[in-house]
C-alpha cells in the first residue's frame, strides 16, 4: 500500500472506520450462517479500508488485527488446504498486536492471546502437526494472560483455563512420559481454573470436562504400565470418571445435551477401570450413570449412552472383563483423544 493511498483527513478517517465496522459485522454474520467463502469477501472488504487507516493509533491497529484474525478463522473453517493462508493471517494480526499498550485496554490482551491460541490450534492440525511451534504459540498466550491485569478477573480465568485445556491435549497427544507429565500439570491448571464456574456456566462446564478427559487418558496410560502407585491411580481415576459424569448429568437436568460424547468416554473409562481394579463397585457405577432419575430419560436414552453402555456389556461378557488379574489395557476405544 503507497503512502498516497492511506486516509489522513478525521472525517475520512471516521468514515472508513464505520464503514470496515458494517463490513465486519456483515462478514461475521455470513461465518456465523456457515458461509465462509462469502465472509471472506467481506472481511477483505474491512481489510482494505482499515490498512489506509494511520495504524499507529492503536484503536487503528487493533482493528486492522481484528481484519486479519476474521480472514483467519474463515480459513480455518475452510479446511486444511487453507491452513496456510490462516496461519498468514494470524501473523499479520500478531505483528500488530503485540507493540499495542496491553495495560491500558484489555481487549488488546484477550485479543493477542485468542490470537497466539488459535495459531497454535491450525499447526497442531498440520500434517504433520508442528507440535513445537503450537505448544509455543499457547505459552505465549498463558503468559499474555497472567500479565493481562485489566481484564476482568473471570474472563482472564476462563480463557486461561481455555489455554491451558488445550495445551494440556497437545501435550497428551504426543505420549511419552515427558509430554504426559506436562499434560497433566496443564490439565490441572485447567480443571483448578474451571471447577467453580463450571457448575454456573456451560462453557466452564466443557473447559472442565475436557480437561477431566485428558487426566482420564493419562491416567489409562499409567494404569496399563502396573505402576507402582496403582491404588492411587486408581482412586483418581475414578474420581474423575464420577465427578465427569455427574456435571455432566447435572447440565442435561438443565436441558444442556451438547455434552454427551464426552459423557460416553468417561462411561466406557469408568467402567473399565472399576471392572478391573475395583469390581464390588462397579454395578453401583453403573446404576447410578444409567438412572434416568439422576439425570433425563432423554440422555440415559441418547445414542452416545447407550452406545458407551453396550461396549460396558460386551467389557463384561469377555473373559477377563471383571477380573484383577487378567487386566486389559485401558486404551483405545476405553478412552478417544479428543
Known amino acids: 500500500m503507497t503512502p498516497s493511498a492511506r486516509i489522513l483527513d478525521p472525517q475520512q478517517i471516521k468514515a472508513a472506520d464505520a464503514q470496515a465496522s458494517l463490513f465486519m459485522q456483515e462478514g461475521i454474520r455470513l461465518a456465523q450462517s456457515g458461509n465462509d467463502a462469502d465472509a471472506l469477501r467481506y472481511f477483505d472488504r474491512a481489510l482494505e479500508l482499515r490498512r489506509r487507516l494511520p495504524s499507529e493509533e492503536p484503536m487503528h491497529a487493533y482493528g486492522l488485527a ?7 478463522e474463515a480459513f480455518t473453517r475452510l479446511g486444511v488446504a487453507h491452513h496456510g493462508l ?20 484489555a481487549r488488546f490482551s484477550k485479543r493477542l492471546a485468542i490470537a497466539y491460541q488459535n495459531r497454535a490450534l491450525v499447526l497442531a492440525a498440520q500434517n504433520p502437526p508442528a507440535w513445537e511451534d503450537a505448544i509455543a504459540a499457547l505459552v505465549e498466550a498463558i503468559a499474555v494472560l497472567d500479565r493481562a491485569d485489566a481484564m476482568e478477573a473471570s474472563e ?12 494440556a491435549n497437545l501435550r497428551a497427544s504426543e505420549d511419552t512420559p515427558a509430554s504426559d507429565a506436562a499434560a497433566l500439570e496443564a490439565a490441572r491448571q485447567a480443571l483448578a481454573l474451571a471447577k467453580t464456574p463450571e457448575h454456573e456456566n456451560a462453557a466452564a462446564a466443557e473447559v472442565g470436562l475436557k480437561a477431566r478427559h485428558v487426566l482420564c487418558r493419562i491416567a489409562a496410560r499409567r494404569l496399563s504400565e502396573e505402576s507402582k502407585t496403582v491404588s492411587e491411580n ?31 468416554d468417561l462411561l466406557r473409562f469408568g467402567a473399565r477401570v472399576y471392572a478391573c481394579y475395583q469390581p464390588h463397585f462397579l454395578q453401583e457405577f453403573l446404576s447410578e450413570q444409567l438412572d434416568p432419575r439422576e439425570s433425563t430419560h432423554f440422555y440415559v436414552q441418547s445414542r452416545e449412552v447407550q452406545d458407551a453402555a453396550r461396549d460396558i456389556l460386551l467389557l463384561l461378557a469377555s473373559p477377563s472383563g471383571a477380573t484383577s488379574k ?8 476405553a478412552l478417544r483423544s479428543g
Open 66 to 72: 481484528a481484519c486479519w484474525l476474521n480472514r483467519a
Open 156 to 167: 482472564r480465568a476462563y480463557l486461561l483455563a481455555v489455554v491451558w485445556m488445550n495445551l
Open 326 to 333: 487378567g487386566r486389559r489395557p485401558l486404551t483405545g476405544a
Open 86 to 105: 490462516a496461519l498468514r493471517a494470524y501473523d499479520e494480526a500478531l505483528a500488530l498486536l503485540r507493540p499495542l499498550p496491553l495495560a491500558a485496554d
Open 234 to 264: 486408581v482412586h483418581d481415576a475414578t474420581d474423575l470418571a464420577d465427578e465427569g459424569l455427574s456435571l455432566v448429568r447435572e447440565w442435561e437436568r438443565r436441558g444442556v445435551d451438547r455434552f454427551r460424547n464426552l459423557a460416553s
